[in-house]
Nanobody
Framework: QLQLVESGGGLVQPGGSLRLSCAAS????????IGWFRQAPGKEREGVSC????????NYADSVKDRFTISRDNAKNTVYLSMNSLKPEDTAAYYC?????????????WGQGTQVTVSS
């Protein structure tokens, strides 16, 4: 079973940047699309971005389009989410999850996530 661990979150000022990492264990990483999701306090979890298994297809929520970039390094079993021009409304716990397709729905269990806080 694919296990994913998120890292790279932190506190950043509005307009700042962060890069999140989603590290996978297991030989099947290359078979799956990977999605990034986020959940703010009191809100439902929402999809942010996803990338296909070979990285040829990406998808972004309208709220992050042109600010966030998703990429993957299959040799390192890692997916990245580069976040620029961060806004207070980007504050949330960020999670990655395997998907069968991009776009698509998350499958498997959720990790602990990584917290992103955008505040001055």
């Amino acid at each position: 079973q694919l296990q994913l661990v998120e890292s790279g979150g932190g506190l950043v000022q509005p307009g700042g940047s962060l890069r999140l990492s989603c590290a996978a264990s297991g030989r099947t990483f290359n078979y799956y699309a990977i999605g990034w999701f986020r959940q703010a306090p009191g809100k439902e979890r929402e999809g942010v971005s996803c990338i296909s298994s070979r990285g040829r297809t990406t998808n972004y929520a309208d709220s992050v389009k042109d600010r966030f970039t998703i990429s993957r390094d299959n040799a390192k079993n890692t997916v990245y989410l580069s976040m620029n021009s961060l806004k207070p409304e980007d504050t949330a716990a960020y999670y990655c999850a395997a998907q069968l397709t991009c776009p698509g729905t998350a499958i498997g269990s959720w990790g602990q996530g990584t917290q992103v806080t955008v505040s001055s």
